[in-house]
Nanobody, 115 residues
């Protein structure tokens, strides 16, 4: 059993910053990859950023230079630092944890960028 819990969403003005956190817990020995996805109303869920064991990172073009993904392996936690936020970043952000090639999802956290 694996539990994935996100936190840190909220309402922020354009140009502002937010930091999302995602912690994985349960019965497992190691995590292969952790990532953040988002889904805006009426749109498909899309990959925002991911980090693979060894700290290889990948970003969607729309967030490069503004978002930073990082990972604390000791606590099985992944972070998403979001700077220079834009209204188009508004979405529900989901954390995905890949363990033994199986993905586990969190419940999502709402991020709203609006003045």
């Amino acid at each position: 059993q694996v539990q994935v819990v996100e936190s840190g969403g909220g309402l922020v003005q354009p140009g502002g910053s937010l930091r999302l956190s995602c912690a994985a817990s349960g019965s497992f020995t190691s995590i292969y990859a952790m990532g953040w996805y988002r889904q805006a109303p009426g749109k498909q869920r899309e990959l925002v950023a991911s980090i693979i064991s060894g700290d290889k990172t990948n970003y969607a073009d729309s967030v490069k230079g503004r978002f930073t993904i990082s990972r604390d392996s000791a606590s099985n936690t992944v972070y998403l630092q979001m700077n220079s936020l834009k209204p188009e970043d508004t979405a529900v952000y989901y954390c995905n944890v890949n363990i033994m090639l199986k993905g586990y999802w969190g419940q999502g956290t709402q991020v709203t960028v609006s003045s």
